[in-house]
């Protein structure tokens, strides 16, 4: 059984994604799957955290914060166009101005945040966008979601230890320092088809990824705009992952790429971190792992080419645009081949 509830104006059931928690906590142990559907009514500004505690769910009884239908930047007419950077005018949009606190915090399993976008505008040590820090969370997920922080202190744009973080793209807007995707003392953790960068006219620094312990596997994802691409390289495997730095562990990895050859536009004030349609290195260079991320961060169905892309973007492919590359994407070194590709 599902129960959802509507979260934007006070014509709604909750004004806030707070207000709706709130009614979980008087519920106490679920007893049906709980959605919270955002409405773009206006952007919700947090001054508090966002914070999952205080009752009981479990599997087919999750508490799910996400878009509604229509009110997301995946469902924006555009959405095929728009720089996927976080713009409340395309969808909701979570954003706090406030120091010292992360915008979602996860103290429990079973808890889903979906295609949002979540910004940390506070100044000070900010704790970035979404924070989980329990050990058991193996079913709780970040998905689809513009993940942003510009924090001038040593932040992270988010921070996981268990469950299942796909098909997100997370900016670091912050000239050095800080990191990208914080794995916290990591425990069964699945990472795929992330874009994790810092634009590139802001001072690179930090790890895309950064682990304080254990073992995490990394695939598909691109990390761009960093000193390293993950802290240490012992405590990350994985494959097909592509970043403009060493990558330093796995198999069928892209490194040492040029950042302005992958995306739209890599500056800070027009970032834009669509697929370029002349990118050799993210199209059709992914594995297969349709069990997480069968679709990118606007529901595009993957794989559009010949395999997945790397990164939360999937390059929609059109009848009669043809590009040359020099070697075969996805299938090895070769001769120059065509694609078919809509920018």
């Not at 709130?22 to 009514?41: F, H, K, P, W």
Request: glycine share 10%; hydrophobic share 35%; net charge negative.
């Amino acid at each position: 059984m599902t129960r959802t509830s509507t979260i934007g104006s006070s014509s709604r059931d909750y004004a806030t994604p707070a207000l709706w928690i709130a009614s979980l906590v008087t519920i106490g142990t679920l007893t049906e799957q709980e959605i919270g559907d955002c409405y773009n009514d206006s952007e919700f500004t947090v001054t508090t955290a966002i914070s999952f505690t205080g009752f009981v769910p479990a599997s087919g009884k999750e508490a799910i914060l996400k878009a509604a239908s229509g009110q997301g930047f995946a469902d924006h007419a555009n959405a095929q166009t728009n720089a996927p950077r976080y713009n409340q005018s395309n969808g909701v949009g979570i954003r706090t101005t406030t120091s010292y606190i992360q915008v979602i915090s996860m103290t429990l399993d079973y808890i889903i945040i979906r295609g949002l976008q979540i910004k940390n505008d506070g100044t000070g040590n900010s704790d970035g966008t979404t924070y989980n820090n329990e050990t058991g969370a193996t079913h709780s997920e970040v998905s689809r979601c513009i993940l942003e922080t510009t924090s001038n202190s040593n932040p992270f744009i988010a921070r996981m230890r268990t469950g299942i973080f796909v098909s997100n793209i997370c900016v670091m807007h912050r000239s050095a320092g800080g990191s990208g995707v914080t794995v916290d003392y990591a425990g069964t953790l699945v990472v795929i088809g992330n874009t994790v960068v810092r634009p590139s006219d802001k001072t690179a620094a930090g790890s895309g990824f950064h682990a304080f312990s254990g073992t995490t596997t990394l695939t598909n994802n691109a990390i761009f705009g960093f000193t390293n691409s993950v802290s240490n390289t012992s405590r990350f495997a994985g494959t097909n992952n592509c970043s403009d730095v060493t990558l330093g562990f796995g198999s069928s990895q892209f490194e040492s790429k040029t950042y302005a050859n992958q995306f739209v536009n890599t500056a800070a004030a027009t970032l834009d971190l669509r697929i370029k349609d002349t990118s050799a290195d993210l199209y059709n260079n992914g594995a297969t792992s349709a069990t997480y991320d069968a679709t990118d961060i606007v529901n595009t169905a993957r794989p559009q080419g010949v395999a997945y892309d790397i990164g939360a973007w999937e390059l929609v492919v059109a009848s009669g645009n043809l590009f040359m590359f020099s070697q075969l994407n996805g299938l090895g070194s070769g001769g120059p081949f065509f694609n078919n590709r809509l920018g």
